[in-house]
């Protein structure tokens, strides 16, 4: 369920997975550049806004997920 909470976390989340995935794979791709703030920004407005959609739609199945794996480990 989308609600308030979720949102934020998704925006916070995924702002800050979003930037620095994309800062590390920006500057091994491209390393110091003149122009290497601008190129990760340009990557960067692509992968934010997948990124919060993602984690909107993953978060519940990853909770579960998690969820089920911990009972079959305290299970075991």
């Not at 976390?9 to 491209?30: A, K, Q």
């Not at 390393?31 to 920004?41: C, D, K, V």
Request: glycine letters at 2%; one cysteine or more; aromatic letters at 14%.
């Amino acid at each position: 369920m989308i609600n308030l909470p979720n949102v934020i976390f998704s925006l916070v989340m995924g702002f800050l997975m979003s930037s620095s995935i994309t800062f590390v794979t920006t500057f091994v791709r491209d390393g110091p550049t003149a122009n290497f703030f601008f190129a990760w920004i340009e990557v960067w407005s692509i992968a934010y806004p997948v990124a919060i959609v993602c984690i909107l739609v993953y978060r519940p199945l990853a909770s579960n997920l998690t969820e089920e794996i911990v009972k079959k480990i305290k299970s075991s």
